[in-house]
């Protein structure tokens, strides 16, 4: 969860983009929808992501998208980690099989996520 120092910096940036006022309530309510949803850095990220995308002061629903996003990429990259531990099992062949099954997921869940506007690495696609 985002601290309030990070989310006040992070709502400092984007109040030069225009279209909104910058009101103690719109804090509140970015607040209280957006912190649970993104670690400090996440969060910060976010904001840039926003200043360098965005002409007009975003509405959650864009950063809900992308820790969405975040989240979904986060599945992928941990299911092909638990497909590479295999907790000294010798079978190399069955390795084999469960990275090629872990990877194939995580390319899915990145597929998904370039679908709905999120950049995807290059060897994933």
Same mark, same amino acid.
């Given at each position: 969860?985002?601290?309030?120092? &990070?989310?006040?910096? *992070?709502?400092?940036?984007? /109040? ?11 804090? /509140? %309510? #970015? #607040? ?6 993104? &670690? ?14 965005? !002409? ?5 629903? #864009?950063? %809900?998208?992308? /820790?969405?996003?975040? !989240? ?6 941990? *299911? $092909?980690?638990? $497909?590479?531990?295999? &907790?000294?099992?010798? !079978?190399?062949?069955?390795?084999? /099989? ?14 998904? %996520?370039?679908?709905?506007?999120? =950049?995807?690495? =290059?060897?994933? =696609?």
């Amino acid at each position: 969860m985002v601290d309030r120092e &990070s989310f006040a910096c *992070g709502m400092r940036k984007l /109040a030069v983009l225009p279209g909104r006022e910058m009101t103690l309530d719109l804090i /509140a %309510v #970015y #607040y209280v929808r957006l912190a649970p949803r993104f &670690s400090n850095e996440g969060w910060l990220d976010a904001v840039d992501r926003a200043l360098d995308e965005r !002409d007009m002061f975003p509405a959650p629903a #864009y950063f %809900v998208r992308i /820790a969405e996003a975040n !989240d979904e990429r986060e599945i992928g990259e941990r *299911g $092909a980690r638990q $497909a590479l531990d295999f &907790s000294g099992e010798e !079978d190399h062949e069955a390795r084999r /099989a469960a990275a090629r099954e872990g990877l194939a997921k995580a390319r899915e869940v990145l597929r998904e %996520v370039e679908r709905r506007g999120g =950049k995807v690495l =290059k060897w994933a =696609k």
